[in-house]
T-cell receptor
Framework: DTGVSQNPRHKITKRGQNVTFRCDPISEHNRLYWYRQTLGQGPEFLTY????????KSRLLSDRFSAERPKGSFSTLEIQRTEQGDSAMYLC????????????????FGAGTRLSVL | SQKIEQNSEALNIQEGKTATLTCNYTNYSPAYLQWYRQDPGRGPVFLLL?????KEKRKERLKVTFDTTLKQSLFHITASQPADSATYLC???????????FGAGTQVVVTP
């Protein structure tokens, strides 16, 4: 399967603990996106990378959240001092990211990591 | 502020009928609009993209319309099948091709 891969699929943690999620995009995709989705809502944008550069961060991304994409390949999303309100599905997506070419900018999503903070 | 509204109530429909979903947006001037399908426990899957200068787009049993005057897109599933049961999300898009902003989605349930 050469789609977007996310690990782990599920994470249960206690409030105050740190958690880290990993996303492996489709190879050759330059852009990588993180979204958060809660029950009954559509995905909400968190941040995105063009290669290794983090180009935009949502104001939803508090100081407790940090994302990296070293070497422009896989990405990690870390949440420090988790709170119950962080419980959600965290989705990663990737796209080729070609300026001006519509079909190259379609985003392909992974299955997500479901976080439960107790 | 920008807002995307989709029918919050689930759409229950009999197999073979046409399902019609609505996406309304405010404080947007999107150049494109995308529709995604999401199954429980999975990420969204891209279905269709329609440009602002296209009135209608079709793909197999799917049809999308885009009315920039009404600020609305309609999504139709014709000859619906139980396998079409899922949540459908719309995402208006400007020219930046960065983040996507989604509506809350409409759940479709197709019964045999």
């Amino acid at each position: 399967d050469t789609g977007v891969s996310q690990n782990p699929r599920h994470k249960i943690t206690k409030r105050g603990q740190n958690v880290t999620f990993r996303c492996d995009p489709i190879s050759e995709h330059n852009r990588l996106y993180w979204y958060r989705q809660t029950l009954g809502q559509g995905p909400e944008f968190l941040t995105y990378f063009q290669n290794e550069a983090q180009l935009e961060k949502s104001r939803l991304l508090s100081d407790r959240f940090s994302a990296e994409r070293p070497k422009g390949s896989f990405s990690t999303l870390e949440i420090q001092r988790t709170e119950q309100g962080d419980s959600a599905m965290y989705l990663c997506a990737s796209s080729l990211g070609r300026e001006g070419i519509l079909t190259k900018n379609i985003q392909y999503f992974g299955a997500g990591t479901r976080l439960s903070v107790l | 502020s920008q807002k995307i509204e989709q029918n919050s109530e689930a759409l229950n429909i009999q197999e073979g009928k046409t399902a019609t979903l609505t996406c309304n947006y405010t404080n947007y001037s999107p150049a494109y609009l995308q529709w995604y399908r999401q199954d429980p426990g999975r990420g969204p899957v891209f279905l269709l993209l329609i440009r602002e200068n296209e009135k209608e787009k079709r793909k197999e049993r799917l049809k999308v319309t885009f009315d920039t005057t009404l600020k609305q897109s309609l999504f139709h599933i014709t000859a619906s099948q139980p396998a079409d049961s899922a949540t459908y999300l719309c995402a208006p898009l400007d020219d930046s091709w960065g983040k996507l902003q989604f509506g809350a989605g409409t759940q479709v349930v197709v019964t045999p």
